[in-house]
């Protein structure tokens, strides 16, 4: 049984707004991930950590930020939201390794 | 660079037929291949994890194999039910210096069974 919580499940938001979308997990894992989904197509990695203070940019470029100052906890930030930003953020951990990783249940943002 | 492909893109097959989904990897510094399923505007639920040693791994109905030195692998859902309608995705972990333990995803393979 996964362990990995999203907060919140479904945010509207008007432009130019500051949102965080909380992701955490009980799990112990060491690796965190952010990827973003649009309608109908692939997932994109936007964020990376290798573990605590230690955080990376993916393959796909984004506006957002996060910050991992605890090893269950991996926000978020959009410091002005806009509705280009509209879509769905997916979170996901794992141990090192060859460990099998898990997701959350989503976070589906809509920027009006 | 690490690509991975899935095809078809699309698949719709009667109930009781069997599903054969591929994927298709370019670097094979993997950890390791997961399968996962996806629900319209779901999560994502892991269905199977192949270890990079392995050959082959089997959850009930579905059997995933591994060819790492051909960078392929795939994923059979035997007798298939409209419940198994979503789109299958799939990931390898990444074991290169400057990619270690990122997960990259195929397109996925939506997959509509008709009653």
């Known amino acids: 049984e996964a362990d990995i919580y999203q907060t919140p499940r479904y945010l509207v938001i008007g432009t130019g707004k500051k949102i965080t979308l909380e992701c955490s997990q009980t799990m112990g894992h060491d690796k965190m991930y952010w990827y973003q989904q649009d309608p109908g197509m692939e997932l994109h990695l936007i964020h990376y950590?290798?573990?605590?203070?230690?955080?990376e940019k993916g393959d796909l470029s984004s506006e957002s930020t996060v910050s991992r100052i605890r090893t269950e906890h991996f926000p978020l930030t959009l410091e002005s939201a806009r509705p280009s930003h509209t879509s769905q953020y997916l979170c996901?951990?794992?141990?090192?390794?060859?460990?099998?990783?898990?997701f959350g249940q989503g976070t589906r943002l809509t920027v009006v | 660079k690490q690509e991975v492909t899935q095809i078809p893109a699309a698949l719709s097959v009667p109930e009781g037929e069997n599903l054969v989904l591929n994927c298709s990897f370019t670097d094979s510094a993997i950890y390791n291949l997961q399968w996962f399923r996806q629900d319209p505007g779901k999560g994502l639920t892991s269905l199977l994890l192949?270890?990079?040693?392995?050959r082959e791994q089997t959850s009930g109905r579905l059997n995933a194999s591994l060819d790492k030195s051909s960078g392929r692998s795939t994923l059979y859902i035997a007798a298939s039910q409209p419940g198994d309608s979503a789109t299958y995705l799939c990931a390898v972990k990444r074991r290169t210096t400057d990619s270690w333990g990122k997960l990259q995803f195929g397109a996925g393979t939506q997959v509509v069974v008709t009653p």
């Open positions: 192949i270890q990079s040693s392995q």
């Open positions: 996901a951990s794992s141990r090192g390794g060859e460990a099998e990783a898990f």
């Open positions: 950590s290798y573990g605590v203070n230690s955080t």
